[in-house]
Nanobody
Framework: QLVESGGGLVQAGGSLRLSCAPS????????VGWFRQAPGKEREFVAG????????YYAHFVKGRFTISRDRDKNTVYLQMHSLKPEDTAVYYC????????????????WGQGTQVTVSS
């Protein structure tokens, strides 16, 4: 089980930092991905990070605005979001898997419940 936090309401152009931490387990050896799902839309890949933290991946629509990182000491993965736009409004989910970063839902075995991000115009 993963637990996300940090969502909320922010004005366009603002920033938020989402956190993802496992409940009762370590993130060691797990790749972690962030996905989002807006009402009426499919869940889409946003960003991913390999367990080593050496490789990161981003969807084209967040490149240059979002940064994924991990803190091994805190056993937490972060998604720092800047220059937020109303179209970034969605429920954001983190997911983890031992197989490495993937861009599809099927690539991850473990999921959180999601955290709502709302960007007002």
């Amino acid at each position: 089980q993963l637990v996300e936090s940090g969502g909320g309401l922010v004005q366009a152009g603002g920033s938020l930092r989402l956190s993802c931490a496992p409940s009762g387990r370590s993130f060691s050896n797990y790749a972690v991905g962030w996905f989002r799902q807006a009402p009426g839309k499919e869940r889409e890949f946003v960003a991913g990070i390999e367990w080593s933290g050496g490789s990161t991946y981003y969807a084209h629509f967040v490149k240059g605005r979002f940064t994924i990182s991990r803190d091994r000491d805190k056993n937490t993965v972060y998604l720092q979001m800047h220059s937020l736009k109303p179209e970034d409004t969605a429920v954001y989910y983190c997911a983890a898997d031992l197989r490495g970063v993937g861009s599809t839902r099927e690539a991850y075995d473990y999921w959180g419940q999601g955290t709502q991000v709302t960007v007002s115009s």
